[in-house]
Nanobody, 111 residues
Framework: QVQLVESGGGLVQPGGSLRLSCAAS????????VAWHRQAPGKQREWVAM???????NYADSVKGRFTISRDNAKNTVYLQMNSLKPEDTAVYYC?????WGQGTQVTVSS
């Protein structure tokens, strides 16, 4: 089983950017796919983006064109670059892979 640790959350103004990191406890080359999910207050957790072992990416419609998922195999880390942030992007962001969840990192978009 893999352990995942997210970082990079914080408070940002609308239109701003943040980059989240998801550090894995083992080589991500051996992991089939890594995904980001988020959960806003009072809402269900929703899928945001994923990247496969081969580098194929997919995004939820709500973030397409604004968020970019990438991976650095040498650092066993997956990133989520978030640009043009909106208040509705406010949520706890979680990394998921191989039946494991990270602890989450809070992203707050507010002026």
């Amino acid at each position: 089983q893999v352990q995942l640790v997210e970082s990079g959350g914080g408070l940002v103004q609308p239109g701003g950017s943040l980059r989240l990191s998801c550090a894995a406890s083992k080589s991500i080359v051996s992991i089939n796919a890594v995904a980001w999910h988020r959960q806003a207050p009072g809402k269900q957790r929703e899928w945001v983006a994923m990247i496969t072992r081969g580098g194929t990416t997919n995004y939820a419609d709500s973030v397409k064109g604004r968020f970019t998922i990438s991976r650095d195999n040498a650092k066993n880390t997956v990133y989520l670059q978030m640009n043009s942030l909106k208040p509705e992007d406010t949520a706890v962001y979680y990394c998921y892979s191989s039946l494991s969840w990270g602890q989450g990192t809070q992203v707050t978009v507010s002026s």
